[in-house]
């Protein structure tokens, strides 16, 4: 599996130039209309129909909305094989990507090319939902999800998975386009327990995300992988409130220090845990101002 970020995400020519490079296949744009827009936005459906056609765009019609097509995802045809997709699409797609890189829903999934046309890919799609975890149902289309199942997938294993698409597209939490290429595997992979936890994992890894952001605007491009990393570690913790385990995680990914090392701290961190009635992060108010203060040196020396 090979992946590639582009240097400048906020240039449409990064994702125009990708899918032109498989000028000779379908290109495509997977939406999820669950995520509203402004009906005044050109990448809303009822604009893209009118830009595109009606019978550019299918339902890809998931298990659990099968009854309701308009609230399923949508594959909407940019361009055929040997045809240009048009520029000024592109670019607004991108730009409205990247303002909700951070979302946790999404309107705009991927950009797919692939040679199966449009009434074979919506089946495929449809069930690759239904069956790469052998659940009801797997929204791994969706953004955020997608990029987890990525950064915890082993290599070249996610990339067969996706096959007949041969690139797969979306927009990294960091901001910048991210691209898996598809590949014809000869066994079928199944999700690993690690890769499944981390997607039951899904909400509280974004909001680590968002609250990580919200100290540093700038995320790095394996910003998920990352997040994830450190989820998973503070979970071994056992600590019993979110908010305990969010502060934890999120002094991971921002400290150039492990405050759990400091003996006082790591006193109160085994007494939350001890005493799940007691929270780690209230507890951490008794520490006297001398504590912080050697810990900001030792960051700032680290």
Partial sequence: MSTSAAENPTKSSTLADILELKRDEYRYLLIDPLKTVSKVRPIHLSHLKKTLGDQAIRPVLRQDLVYSPQHCPQLVLLAEPGTECDTALVESLVDYAAEEAL??????????????????????????????????????????????????????????SIWPVSHWCYMNAAGNITVVDGNEATDKWQLTWGVQHAQQEARMIWQLLFAWWRVCPTLPSDAVKQAAAAWREVEKTELTHIEDRLFLALNRLTLQINIEQHSQINALLQQAIASPALRFTQLLNSLPESVWFELDNLSLSS
């Avoid at 040679?115 to 289309?141: G, H, K, M, Y």
């Avoid at 953004?143 to 067969?160: D, I, V, Y």
């Fill in 103 to 160: 979302h946790e829903k999404r309107y705009l999934c991927a950009w797919l090319s692939s040679r199966q046309p449009p009434e074979q890919l919506v089946i495929t799609v449809a069930n690759w939902c239904n069956n790469l975890d052998n659940s009801e149902f797997f929204p791994f289309f969706e953004p955020h999800r997608f990029e987890l199942l990525h950064a915890t997938s082993p290599a070249n294993k996610l990339g067969g």
